[in-house]
């Protein structure tokens, strides 16, 4: 995904399998289950451009609709694949690998997209104007870069032959109707008591291990292992986090580990986790960091960083080999 700076998305294993087989190795596949929040949360840490590629008809343009709005309201590209009639990814590739390829280079925009595909239908004027306002204009509705969302609307308002205010107050319309609503489907939005900003893997391993020790404040391994990480004291993030927060995560806690046995190796692999992301990160912004060093030909700000980097490197291999040790 981070090579070329796009995830192909399909329904089935045997899609994912045969796009595998096609070299097309950013593929992953939802099969059978819901395009969640934390599906686009993990896509988008590598990358904002999402190709889907579901059955071309409407049954499965209706299975990727919430996994849409979720990428939109992520600021996400979300592109549409177009499969010839009746065929899904594993049917083409298994035909022509060409034809693969060439669709996923022919993808579009999921508003032009779904403008193309209302329009072979040959409706009506009044029947296409409805259509567009059903099945297109929520989408528009769902996109959080205002840039891109009025390019869309006027580009609507052109196509059904309807003022542009006219189309952009129908969007308005959706989004009051939505309400909060509209908050819980973004995945950038954060929750209470977290830094603006997406939810990392790091935070939400972050919000598990307070979870665990509000419910379980005796476990000593808990306190330890997070504040030798962060180098912060535990009470004073459980403290920045809203009561609603507090009550959730001890409710998620314990629904998840009540009755586990084995819960300080429980505890043990998430400190573990958590402290991976969290060089993960680090080195993440070192590396940013050694690049505008490098442009500005800064030689020994570039040494430094580079030897940092080094060694958030090491740790991070000596975490990955000591699970390795222990399997």
């Known amino acids: 995904m981070l090579k070329e700076n796009f995830c192909v998305i399909v329904e089935?294993?045997?899609?994912?399998?045969?796009?595998?087989?096609?070299?097309?190795?950013?593929?992953?596949?939802?099969?059978?289950?819901?395009?969640?929040?934390?599906?686009?949360?993990?896509i988008k840490r590598f990358t904002d451009k999402i190709l889907m590629s579901f059955d071309a008809d409407d049954a499965g343009l209706k299975a990727g609709e919430r996994g849409v709005g979720l990428a939109l309201a992520s600021d996400m590209d979300v592109r549409m694949v177009g499969m010839p009639q009746g065929l899904d990814p594993a049917d083409v590739i298994l035909k022509d690998p060409a034809i693969w390829q060439k669709a996923l280079q022919s993808s579009k925009h999921i508003v032009d997209f779904l403008l193309d595909h209302i329009q072979e239908k040959n409706l009506d004027e009044r029947s296409y104007q409805r259509e567009i306002e059903k099945?297109?204009?929520?989408?528009?509705?769902?996109i959080s870069n205002k840039i891109d969302q009025a390019h869309f609307i006027k580009k609507i308002s052109?196509?059904?032959?309807?003022?542009?205010?006219?189309?952009?107050?129908?969007?308005?319309?959706?989004?009051?109707?939505?309400?909060?609503?509209?908050?819980?489907?973004?995945?950038?939005?954060?929750?209470p008591g977290v830094a603006r900003g997406a939810k990392s893997l790091r935070?939400?391993?972050?919000?598990?291990?307070?979870?665990?020790?509000?419910?379980?404040?005796?476990?000593?391994?808990?306190?330890?292992?997070?504040?030798?990480?962060t180098e912060s004291k535990i009470d004073e993030e459980i403290n920045k986090l809203t009561p609603a927060l507090k009550n959730d995560l001890i409710f998620q806690a314990e629904m998840y580990y009540k009755g586990e046995k084995a819960l300080e190796d429980e505890v043990n692999e998430l400190l573990n986790n958590f402290e991976k992301e969290t060089l993960e990160e680090s080195l993440s912004g070192l590396?940013?960091?050694?690049?505008?060093?490098?442009?500005?030909?800064?030689?020994e700000e570039a040494k430094k960083i580079f030897s940092l980097c080094h060694e958030i490197s090491q740790k991070i291999n000596q975490i990955k080999n000591s699970r390795f040790l222990e399997k």
């Open 12 to 42: 089935g294993q045997m899609d994912l399998l045969m796009a595998h087989q096609a070299g097309t190795v950013n593929t992953v596949a939802v099969s059978g289950t819901a395009l969640t929040e934390e599906h686009i949360r993990l």
């Open 135 to 142: 099945n297109v204009l929520k989408y528009v509705a769902d």
């Open 158 to 191: 052109e196509q059904i032959a309807l003022p542009e205010e006219s189309v952009r107050a129908q969007v308005e319309k959706m989004l009051a109707e939505r309400g909060f609503r509209r908050k819980e489907i973004r995945p950038h939005e954060p929750s």
């Open 203 to 229: 935070r939400a391993i972050e919000e598990k291990i307070l979870g665990i020790y509000l419910w379980k404040p005796d476990l000593e391994d808990v306190p330890k292992g997070y504040e030798r990480i």
């Open 287 to 299: 590396m940013t960091r050694l690049r505008k060093a490098e442009e500005e030909k800064d030689e």
